[in-house]
């Protein structure tokens, strides 16, 4: 049978957009069935308080009030889980803090939950919650992590000794202890990851229901998954059936990791609705992100380079101390532990010894946010490369160049165990100095400097892990009239899923995109599947789709070939036909499922795909930046990275994605910080006081792929949903400094390099320069 092959790899524009630019898109706001009541949440303004309520029933007798529920009617509720515990290095575990659905006596971070109500509007819970007597006793906090584990610091949970929740290794601590006896150079560097905000367009919210006649439960949420959401509520917290459970996700404004995870809400509403009979909504404010979602980074890292007298390294050391939060989210122990695992990068280290510390604050639970730890890796890494070719004279791309490790090495296995199975990080690199025009970079920094001004150049080259587990099964359909229904267990969070599965669909079928409907978020109409996360959508979702495509092709031919009397050797498929070969005689799709022989299980192709191996996509990163040393602002003039893939399935889909995961990484490096007091205050709680990239902070980023394909995926395909956020804060922060050291000898600065933090750095050299006469 001859396919017809076209829509992958070719630029077809989004066709989800066109509904949402019309205003069509449904979002979890837009639901509101008859006769929902609201949900509201009463939060602590405390990081660490004892506290008791009163008038209880004084709330409760606010007109349109239906309940008021405190801790102790949730008793039979189950704490959340922590999915992926990190031993110690000793093998043994620490005892995880429980994580309750609602704080009870004790509130341990701001935005605590303490209280629900409910309501006939969102106004009557408000107004009730104002009639809530709460007595609050501040207790001691600590929001700093290396605060925290100071013998003198508040305990935040007494099972934690000193509060370390993990103490565990990667590598070989003597072998990389010889390496560094016998190093020409040691250069070291400390690094402070801040801690940042998700800010997703739209805020979580969820709709919670029951059906009197079954008795089972629905949940309408933006989520990145509802099986996994499903399976932990149900099986963990409610201490239900998996089967009474349903949960739906409809459109999604952005997650970024941070709309994976298991939150308090979700449970209390669905029991709230189970409880009064009637469906229960509930909807963040900007606010309630800020204090109510998990968020992201928070590393202090410090890390030591060995090199030998020619500038090769010889080993790494590494030292992180993590910041978990007051709880442990659902993969909040693994982030920086995964990160880890990609401490030594694109380059041949022969020897590692990485210690990583998870460590409990007052603080929001932080876990995994867009690249969950491997952006904390490249950033370390990157930032101690470059200050290794400044300490040696050696520019940024020859030391780079001189410990890639190159292709003819491949597969080759990293000192954390991890195998990188192709790769050209060189070729991405020279490629990347071309397209920056890095050989006329000097010149350049002569004309900002006669301008008055300071330029500087930044490299990252990255290489992350991806794609390592997800969808077991994926259905195609063919339906009565023609078109064709995909069942993924993905979710599109705007990422454009609806246009990249449809291609592949299209390639087998040779069909419109609009004859292909894409069906994902539903957990009684699929399966069961892993949802989004790990840049595994499209190279796990991409293979089970290509292949329910061929099943189904497969079973569609037999039909076919049937009712024309023909070998299925001589068919093909032509504009959505299967025709014989150099006949005119064909049968169109919706021909073929009106045929007597078709039925529902011939109609239905299945396509499975589990990975046992990450894939690795990798590239290089240079941003040049002008500063002004009167303000400390920077403008980014040109951004140009070279990207491998492995494979391009859209082109479109593909840059946009790194556009968007650029747009990340420099807000984290110039802007973005949650700041927190000595108290446990979330001082920058709204887009007033955290700040956001914008368009006009960004150049044209020049972008191309350099695709070396997988050989551990079917179609070499390599993730690449967070390699922009990976590769980008590195770049920035090394072009800032860049143009520090060159002006005024300024060896370092952290993220973010607001230009308050320039202008400070900038004025201390001079004031000691001024000192010293």
């Given at each position: ?6 829509g ?9 957009d066109?509904?949402f630019?019309?205003?069509a ?7 509101a ?35 008021v529920?405190?801790?102790?009617d ?28 609602m704080?009870?006596d ?7 939950i ?21 007595g ?33 290794h ?9 390496a ?5 150079h ?33 949940l ?5 998954g ?37 939150y308090?809400?979700?449970?209390l ?26 968020q ?50 694109p ?11 998870g ?18 890796a ?8 470059d ?21 003819d ?7 954390t ?7 050209d ?19 350049r920094?002569?004309?900002s400097?006669?301008r ?10 990255y ?40 291609q ?23 399966s069961?599947?892993?949802?989004t ?43 959505g ?38 894939t690795?996509?990798?590239?290089t990163h ?9 303000t ?16 391009t ?28 007091d000595g ?18 902070d ?13 050989t ?16 980008s ?24 390099a ?17 000192a010293?006469?």
């Open positions: 049978m001859t396919v017809m092959k076209f992958v790899g070719q630029p077809v524009r989004r066709v989800e066109q509904r630019v019309q205003g898109g449904l979002y979890t706001s837009d639901l069935p008859a006769g929902s009541l609201y949900a509201h949440f009463v939060r602590s303004p405390h990081a660490h308080a004892r506290f008791t309520v009163g008038d209880r029933d004084k709330a409760a007798a606010t007109p349109g009030v239906k309940a529920y405190l801790a102790s949730f008793a039979a509720l189950v704490d959340l889980p922590c999915l992926a515990p990190v031993k110690n290095s000793d093998g043994t575990q620490t005892p995880l803090k429980p994580y309750p659905v704080a009870k004790e509130a341990h971070h701001v935005g605590d303490v209280a629900m109500i409910v309501a006939d509007s969102a106004f009557a819970a408000k107004d009730a919650a104002e009639a809530l007597a709460i609050w006793e501040a207790l001691p906090a600590v929001a700093d992590a290396v605060e925290a584990i100071r013998p003198d610091a508040a305990q935040v949970f007494g099972g934690a000794p000193g509060n370390v929740a993990f103490d565990a990667y590598g070989d601590k003597a072998k990389t202890d010889e560094f006896a016998r190093a020409a040691v250069v070291r560097i400390g690094i402070v990851n801040p801690r940042v905000v998700a800010n997703f367009m739209e805020p979580r919210g969820a709709v919670g229901s029951l059906d009197p006649e079954s008795g089972r439960l629905t309408h949420v933006g989520c990145q509802v099986h996994l959401l499903r399976r932990i509520l149900a099986h963990n917290v409610l201490k239900i059936p998996p089967a009474d459970l349903k949960v739906v996700t409809a459109d999604v404004g952005g997650g970024f990791g941070t709309r994976a995870f298991i308090r809400e979700y449970a509403i669905l029991e709230a609705a189970r409880r009064l009979g009637r469906p229960v909504r509930w909807q963040a404010d900007r606010s309630e992100h800020f204090v109510g979602d998990a992201g980074r928070d590393n202090v890292t410090t890390a030591e380079m060995a090199l030998d007298s020619d500038g090769r390294f010889l080993a790494l050391r590494v030292d992180i101390i993590a910041n978990l939060g007051a709880y442990i989210s659902q993969f909040g122990l693994f982030v920086p532990f995964l990160g880890a695992s990609m401490s030594t990068g380059y041949r280290i022969d020897a590692l010894h990485a210690r990583v510390r460590v409990y604050t007052h603080t929001l639970p932080v876990d995994a946010y867009r690249g969950a730890g491997r952006p904390e490249a950033y370390v890494l990157e930032r101690l490369v200050r290794c070719a400044r300490e040696l004279e050696l520019s940024p791309e020859t030391i780079r160049l001189r410990n890639f490790v190159p292709p090495a491949m597969p080759y296995q990293t000192q165990n991890r195998t990188y199975d192709v790769g990080f060189s070729g991405a690199l020279k490629r990347c100095v071309e397209k920056a025009d890095a050989a006329g970079f000097e010149a920094v002569a004309e400097r006669a008055g001004l300071l330029r500087g150049l930044g490299y990252s080259s290489i992350e892990c991806t794609a390592w587990d997800g969808e077991k099964e994926t259905s195609l359909l063919l339906e009565k009239d023609g078109t064709l229904t995909l069942l993924i267990g993905t979710q599109s969070t705007g990422q454009g899923h609806e246009t990249a599965y449809a592949v669909v299209s390639e087998q079928f040779d069909v419109p995109l609009d004859r292909i409907k894409v069906v994902q978020g539903d957990s009684d109409r699929i069961h599947g892993e949802g996360g790990g840049s595994r959508s499209i190279p796990i979702g991409a293979v089970t789709t290509a292949r329910a495509s061929k099943a189904l092709a497969e079973s569609l031919a037999g039909l076919a070939a049937d009712k024309l009397e023909a070998a299925r050797a001589d068919l093909e498929i032509v504009g036909r299967f025709r014989i070969v150099g006949t005119d005689r064909s049968l169109s799709l919706d021909e073929i499922a009106a045929l007597p022989s078709a039925t529902p299980e011939r109609l239905r192709g299945a396509g499975s795909y589990a990975p046992d191996m990450a690795y996509p990798n590239g240079i941003c040049e930046v002008e500063i002004d040393p009167e400390g602002t920077v403008q980014i003039l040109r951004y140009t990275v070279v990207d491998d893939f492995g494979f399935l859209n082109p479109l889909l593909l840059e946009g994605q790194v556009h968007g995961g650029i747009a990340q990484g420099v807000g984290q490096a110039l802007m973005e910080k949650a700041v927190y108290e446990g205050q979330l001082l920058s709680a709204s887009l007033m006081d955290y700040c956001l990239p914008r368009a006009d960004f150049p044209p980023i020049e972008f191309e792929t350099r695709n070396v394909p997988s551990t995926n079917p179609m070499g395909l390599k993730g690449a949903g967070e390699a922009g956020a990976i590769g804060t590195p770049a920035v922060v090394n072009a800032v400094a860049d143009a520090l050291w060159r002006a005024y000898g300024v060896a370092d600065i952290d993220m973010p607001t230009p308050q933090a320039i202008f400070r750095a900038i004025r201390q050299v001079e004031t000691a320069k001024r010293s006469g």
